[in-house]
């Protein structure tokens, strides 16, 4: 069974404060994994695919990267409107069309 | 824009009803899904399809029904055989695997 846990579950960054969020994962034949932001009350909004390990994707203050066991989100120097929480998802090769595993989501708050 | 769109915002059911949640999409998409998200549970599977007139159980199908009878919609039923429908209900699509699913707004339902 295809398995996706994401760390730490919330985070509080001071505006400026880099930090990092974790996305480990098991699954049997990796298709690709996904990671998704998503706002109080709204659905998740694509950030980023990765497609094999040490394939590195960048957007504005966001990057990620993947291994064979797990996957970062980088922050950069975090801005207020960086608030949301971060969906990290798998999908395998085998069975269930294209279903997507998700993780429980990491709550990032950043202050002024 | 090419977007999906998820009405209503929000929903009330009373006991022994059944209730419709919409979804329709003009991206073209094949495939399109329902999950549904929990608090502190990652989003889960409820119904796919992958091709018109075409529809597979996700992970947690009992108590809810679907149809595609047009490219662009995938509506959900909710019976009254959900015992527990309270919870933000989300469709997606896409194009093919390997690809990222792209999220509605969701729908709220909640039991009156």
């Known amino acids: 069974e295809d398995q996706v846990t994401q760390s730490p579950e919330a985070l509080r960054l001071q505006e400026g404060e880099s930090s990092s969020l974790n996305c480990s994962y098991t699954?049997?034949?990796?298709?690709?994994l996904f990671w998704y932001r998503q706002d109080p009350g709204k659905g998740p909004e694509f950030l980023f695919t990765?497609?094999?390990a040490g394939e590195e994707k960048e957007k504005e203050r966001l990057k990620a990267t993947l291994t064979k066991k797990e996957s970062f989100l980088h922050i950069t120097a975090p801005k207020p409107e960086d608030s949301a929480t971060y969906l990290c998802?798998?999908?395998?090769?085998?069975?269930?069309?294209?279903?997507?595993?998700f993780g429980t989501g990491t709550q990032l708050k950043v202050e002024l | 824009d090419g977007g999906i769109t998820q009405s209503p915002k929000y929903l009330f059911r009373k006991e022994g009803q059944n209730v419709t949640l919409s979804c329709e999409q003009n991206?073209?998409?094949?495939?399109m899904y329902w999950y549904r998200q929990d608090p502190g549970q990652g989003l889960r599977l409820i119904y796919y399809?992958?091709?018109?007139?075409?529809?597979q159980k996700g992970d947690i199908a009992e108590g809810y029904s679907v149809s595609r009878e047009k490219k662009e919609s995938f509506p959900l039923t909710v019976t009254s055989a959900q015992k527990n429908p309270t919870a933000f209900y989300l469709c997606?699509?896409?194009?093919?695997?390997?690809?990222?699913?792209?999220f509605g707004d969701g729908t709220r339902l909640s039991i009156l």
């Open positions: 699954v049997s034949g990796l298709r690709g």
């Open positions: 399809s992958q091709i018109v007139n075409d529809f």
């Open positions: 990765l497609y094999s």
């Open positions: 991206l073209n998409h094949d495939a």
């Open positions: 998802a798998v999908q395998a090769f085998t069975g269930g069309g294209n279903k997507l595993t």
């Open positions: 997606a699509s896409d194009i093919q695997g390997g690809q990222p699913q792209h």
